[in-house]
């Protein structure tokens, strides 16, 4: 294994290790945030109740930068306990649900989702492994290019690169234009990110797909059907029904009446995984494009057999890359 690999481990365990280490010492502390903005610092009009006095106890409440309200909680056990802020002066109730973890760690259980102490850490550590694995695809795709190795791993490299390229821009984007205030809020966007990323791909994949179809409709004409016309007819027609098939999934548990938080993972997950292999799709061209007009590797292909002779070829002996990078993801969604 490469030094830059074993640095990018390295980095990626070192990064989760002090995550973890962050979050657990500041994770017995939580914020309840009440929307209440008092004209005065008189604490004399709120009240705070457990229900159960052996898990969480009151820290103390202070007014925060734009003028809130804040209840602090701090944990003193482990389990599941409800906690209710009653203000008299306006008359409301904030009800919050939170479960103590065996080492502390407060989660408050919302309706569209959960969120804790520290995950602004957690957000940027992801961001920073992303920003860091993208480096180092750039870094190994350009040696390939340097070397004029135009095998399957150089695929694999441009594939990860666009696909990595555009998850990491679209969320940097929406987390500078948009506030990130919890946990889901910060999942959502990542969700958000693979479906625009998807939907970028879509004008990509029809300029493709039209012409493999119309390009192999008039070879037909011209010289007669052949299979491998016939293949590429079918290929055209599979590569664009595919992003279609992820964006209905998608529309349709919009639409959906219930709300089930395996099925959005693993609609997430699908969308995830067609973005992916249409980013794969698309290196495996762009790289056959330059290997074809290479002064320094003359070779041309006939297009599609030896075209998914290539791609079947990265998707199988790149597996372990592949796997890196989708795994962690489809663990991402379904644990959190």
């Known amino acids: 294994m490469k030094k830059r690999w074993l640095a990018l481990n390295f980095f990626v365990a070192l990064a989760i290790i002090v995550t973890s280490v962050l979050i657990i010492r500041t994770g017995n502390v939580y914020d309840i945030h009440t929307r209440y903005y008092p004209e005065t610092m008189s604490y004399d009009s709120i009240s705070v109740t457990f229900d159960k006095e052996d898990i ?3 820290k103390g409440m202070y007014l925060n930068d734009i003028g809130e309200m804040i209840v602090s909680v701090k944990s003193v056990g482990h389990g599941y306990v409800d906690v209710k802020t009653q203000i008299a002066e306006n008359n409301t109730t904030v009800s ?8 502390g760690t407060i989660f408050e259980k919302k309706f569209d989702g959960l969120n804790f102490t520290g995950y602004q850490v957690v957000m940027w550590e992801l961001l920073i492994i992303l920003i860091a694995v993208e480096l180092i695809m750039l870094w190994s795709f350009l040696e390939c290019k340097k070397q004029s190795d135009f095998s399957d791993k150089r695929i694999a490299y441009g594939g990860i690169l666009l696909f990595n390229l555009g998850l990491t821009g679209l969320s940097i984007f929406k987390i500078i234009r948009d506030e990130i205030l919890t946990f889901s809020a910060f999942e959502f966007l990542l969700q958000e990110s693979g479906r625009n990323l998807l939907f970028c791909l879509i004008p990509v ?22 299979r491998n016309n016939g293949l590429g007819i079918v290929l055209g027609i599979v590569w664009f029904s595919a992003t279609f098939v992820a964006v209905a999934l998608d529309s349709l548990y919009t639409d959906a009446s219930f709300t089930s938080a ?3 993972d693993l609609v997430t997950i699908i969308v995830y995984i067609i973005a992916y292999l249409e980013c794969m799709v698309l290196a495996t061209c762009i790289c056959n494009f330059v290997e074809r007009h290479s002064d320094k590797n003359k070779v041309w292909y006939t297009f599609p057999n030896t075209f998914l002779k290539r791609f079947r070829n990265v998707f199988i002996h790149q597996l372990p890359r592949h796997t890196a990078i989708l795994l962690p993801v489809a663990i991402f969604f379904i644990c959190s």
């Open 56 to 58: 969480l106890a009151l």
């Open 96 to 103: 919050s649900r939170f479960y103590v973890a065996g080492l």
């Open 205 to 226: 994949m029809l300029l493709m797909s039209l012409s493999v179809v119309v390009g192999n409709i008039v070879t037909i004409r011209k010289k007669g059907y052949h």
């Open 262 to 264: 395996l099925i959005e």
